[in-house]
């Protein structure tokens, strides 16, 4: 579960974002809209949940490294893999099902975020 102070933070964030964007172009604005899909959004839920505490909420990076940077050269499957084993201080993941079931979603945001596609900040959730 998302915890509502966290939530409610973030959605502060998507309004700043969102009349921040109304003085860029409005294709620029739809170009996100649209790829931030169902997957991408339960990617970010999970990976902000899980994973934020050490790489940072959007994968930024804060004690652990910044995997909008390292995804650029991190295919699905090695991604599927330090997930599931760990790596270094990072503990496994196996056991939790919720993690396992979203992998595919959360490197979806990820490479969203190292794209460019979504910037820093809580994507928009699909209507």
């Not at 964030?13 to 294709?27: E, T």
């Not at 990617?43 to 940077?69: N, R, Y």
């Not at 979806?108 to 900040?121: C, D, H, P, T």
């Amino acid at each position: 579960m998302i915890n509502t102070a966290k939530l409610s933070r973030y959605i502060a964030l998507v309004v700043g974002l969102v009349i921040s964007a109304a003085g860029h172009a409005s294709n620029n604005a739809a170009h996100i809209d649209d790829q931030a899909n169902e997957a991408i959004f339960q990617g970010w839920q999970v990976f902000s949940e899980v994973c934020g505490s050490c790489h940072g909420d959007f994968g930024q990076g804060k004690i652990a490294p910044d995997l909008t940077q390292q995804i650029k050269t991190l295919s699905e499957e090695d991604f599927t893999r330090v997930v599931t084993n760990g790596k270094g201080l990072m503990p496994p993941w196996k056991a939790n099902q919720e993690v396992m079931h979203n992998i595919p979603n959360m490197y979806r945001y990820l490479k969203a975020r190292s794209n460019g596609v979504l910037q820093e900040g809580m994507p928009m959730k699909p209507r």
